[in-house]
């Protein structure tokens, strides 16, 4: 959580590294992701030390790979899209904006 939050604030950047090259990204968090967070911790109830989105599994303290492909799985179906077309890497390449494969160039809803 210390990756986006700070003495109870949501930061308008945030940086990461990458796990397999350990190369730092930063991105930024729109006023609504930011809204969005600030009610998921306090909904969560979160501390500064821990995942942002912890395990549901007491062994992990953080979400598994596998965990975050379901949820993104269930979100798209959800939506009526097709699972098999949006995935984790589509998610992860849209630079925190999951809407985004979903519009043409022109901004119209696909």
Aim: no cysteine.
């Amino acid at each position: 959580m210390k990756d986006v939050a700070h003495g109870g604030q949501i930061a308008r950047r945030a940086i990461i590294l990458q796990r397999k090259t350990q190369r730092p990204v930063q991105f930024e968090l729109t006023d609504q992701t930011r809204e969005s967070l600030a009610t998921w911790i306090a909904k969560a109830d979160l501390k500064p030390e821990q995942y942002l989105f912890p395990s549901r599994l007491r062994a992990s303290p953080n979400l598994s790979t596998r965990q975050y492909a379901r949820i993104v799985d269930r979100w798209v179906s959800s939506i009526g899209l097709d699972p098999t077309t949006y995935g984790t890497l589509s998610m992860r390449r849209t630079n925190g904006d999951p809407w985004r494969p979903l519009f043409t160039s022109s901004g119209q809803l696909i």
